[in-house]
């Protein structure tokens, strides 16, 4: 690589083997039909742009780089050292300012690109079905919808079967720019599927991958497709008599699969056992930006065998590669479990018997909180029924959840034993226990109810219950500070007037707490502030914006304040260097366009529709 001195002209050699000259080539072509980006050249001859593609290299020897070209008419960034573009390409992180604004394919690039894909998966598995596309394009749920609407959806849905046709797809998407949104339950919260950079934009859906391709019970792991199904996974593992001992931990939203899982690095009640995405999951195969095809390893359980590629994908919300196979770990399912659920007079009576309990160190499989009003909403909407068919009443007061397995049913009952006293010596008001599979299923309902039924309680007492909007927010703490930032919040809360329009749910054992604020579309600002607030609290107490959910849209304001600028320009390098052309879910994670303002847009995204997506 070359690089002349400050104030002159950054130009880099073209990487010939890995199909840059095309790359050039094309984008000279691409680059006559955009608009002009807002950054200006301040190269002192002026008329050298230059566009950059990032430069790392990494562990498998991925090709990478930057590539330059020297055209009076192309309007793309000139890299310089002065004013704001200070960052050169030798730079080990890519900064925001040093990157020429993405172009993306037109209408006719785009149609050329889904004629070629429809060549190659053949008409059936190319929808552009109207409900097709609305079904991926936003979801009442979510925390965020996309601001432009009649834009911001895919044009299509593409389904591949095969890691060969996603390898097809993405060499197509890659040569035309169009963007591609993978999509596998989307059940994920934070506005991770928007298609900001729509309507030229593919959704890729999972939903004709879904097999389990192998399960090892002796290797404790299962090889499986990104569309499968977390509890699907979880009903074939039980029917089979050699896998009905296994399970697999990680258990977010219903209706999630693997592929998603893997992108948001999700957790759920289990991951204070079992750990979370990142620690389950062996290897993957993934389909980088160009098309490439990698495993990231070979299947033991442990490795030291390089750069850790795996977890580079784990959490990376399809921003750096499209997952196609994923070997992930089983756990050998406990013989025995029964779940406690006790009451105690306060929230910090509640979390300091969690604290007591991880103090003795008992070993349970979960334990999480609910608040008060959390309870009422879900003896008022949860519908949940007691084994006599009876309506189902749980003590409305700051509750813990316990699960606690073993391979006997004294073993059991010793920590039931165990979770009574603490709690006692914390004051707690009632604790009642399970006897069976079934009373499992009624007591943990309660956590499991949560969401939906402070939705539902949302339309009975908002201003206007056609327009129930519903923040679900995620953050966590060490856990030693897990009651202070629920105390500051409370009260804050509280004091700004949303008094019983949100309810409290929190995988304790982890120091996750989510809160869930019900609210009309007129006061998004408020809570909007609201949440400020809570993350920069949670990040006072060293805790992070989002503990399992993910960042998406929602989020990526707070990564800098979090990881710091540095951080944020090291993933940006990372990006550029695994998919130059910002086709994959562009606009997740962190910003890699200078002229987004999603941001301030995201504030008159609203949705009207009511009607549950799933459960
Ligand atoms: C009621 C409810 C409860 C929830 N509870 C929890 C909880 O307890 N814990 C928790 O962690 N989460 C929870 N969630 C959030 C959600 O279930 C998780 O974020 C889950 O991991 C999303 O999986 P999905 O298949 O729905 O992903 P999707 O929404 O389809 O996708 C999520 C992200 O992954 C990317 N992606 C999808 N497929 C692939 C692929 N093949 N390769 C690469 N990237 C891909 C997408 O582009 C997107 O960025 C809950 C959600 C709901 C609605
Ligand atoms: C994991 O590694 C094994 C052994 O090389 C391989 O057979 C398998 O396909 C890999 N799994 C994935 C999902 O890449
Ligand atoms: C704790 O719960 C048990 C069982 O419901 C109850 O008997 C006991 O009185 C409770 N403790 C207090 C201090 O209320
Ligand atoms: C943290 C939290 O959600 N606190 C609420 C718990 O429930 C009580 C009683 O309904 C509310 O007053 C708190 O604000």
Known sequence: MMLRNKGSIHFLKVFKSSGFGRVTSHFSRRSLSTEKPKIASHGKSGGVGLYFGGGLLFGLGLALGAYSKSSENDKTTALSESGSLKESLDDSVTSLESVAPPTYAGPEEFNEALEQIRKVLGPDSVSTDKDNIKSVSDSFFSTHHPPEPETQHPSVVVSPSSTEEVSQIMKIAHKYRVPVIASSGLTSLEGHTMHTRGPYSISLSFADMDNIIAVH?????????????????????????????????????????????????????????????????????????????????????????????????????????????????????????????????????????????????????????????????????????????????????????????????????????????????????????????????????????????????????????????????????????????????????????????????????????????????????????????????????????????????????????????????????????LDPRRILNPDKVFRIDLTDDLDQKLSHSLIKETGKHCC
Not at 373 to 393: A, C, E, I, L, Y
Not at 492 to 514: P, V, W
Not at 563 to 575: D, E, Q, T, Y
């Open 217 to 577: 019970p002796e290797d404790l792991d299962a090889v499986v497709q990104p569309g499968v199904d977390w509890q699907g996974l979880d009903g074939e593992l039980l029917s089979n008599d050699a896998t009905k001992h296994l399970m697999f931990g990680p258990d977010p939203g219903i209706g999630a699969r693997i592929g998603g899982m893997i992108g948001t690095s999700c957790s759920g009640t289990n991951a204070y056992r079992y750990g979370t995405m990142k620690e389950n999951i062996v290897n993957v195969t993934v389909v980088l930006a160009d098309g490439t095809i990698v495993k990231t390893r070979q299947r033991p359980r442990k490795s030291s065998a390089g750069y850790d590629l795996t977890r580079l994908f784990v959490g990376a919300e399809g921003t750096l590669g499209i997952v196609t196979e994923a070997t992930i770990k089983l756990h050998v399912r406990p013989k025995y479990e029964s779940v406690c659920i006790a009451s105690f007079p306060t929230i910090a009576d509640a979390t300091s018997t969690a604290s007591h309990i991880i103090k003795d160190g008992l070993q349970l499989n979960a334990m999480e909180l609910l608040n008060a009003t959390t309870v009422s909403f879900v003896n008022r909407f949860g519908g949940v029924t007691d084994k006599d068919g009876n309506h189902k009443q749980f003590d409305e007061r700051p509750t813990l959840l316990f699960k606690a397995g073993g391979t006997s049913k004294e073993g059991i009952q010793e920590q039931l034993d165990l979770i009574r006293k603490i709690s006692a010596e914390h004051g707690n008001l009632s604790i009642e226990q399970s006897n069976n599979e079934e009373e499992n299923g009624i007591l943990w309902s309660a956590r499991r109810n949560g969401l939906w039924s402070t939705y539902d309680y949302g339309s009975e007492i908002l201003d206007d219950p056609n327009d129930v909007q519903i923040w679900t927010t995620d953050i966590a703490v060490p856990i030693s500070h897990l009651t202070d930032v629920i105390a500051e919040t409370d009260k804050d809360m509280s004091s700004s007037g949303f008094l019983n329009r949100y309810a409290l749910m929190g995988h304790i054992g982890d120091g996750n707490c989510h809160f869930l604020i019900v609210y009309n579309s007129k006061d998004y600002a408020k809570v909007q502030n609201a949440v400020d607030r809570m993350v920069y609290r949670a990040l006072k107490f060293e805790g992070t914006c989002t503990g399992e959910h993910g960042v998406g849209v929602g989020k990526r304001r707070y990564l800098d304040t979090e990881i710091g600028p540095n951080a944020v320009a090291l993933m940006r390098k990372i990006k550029l260097s």
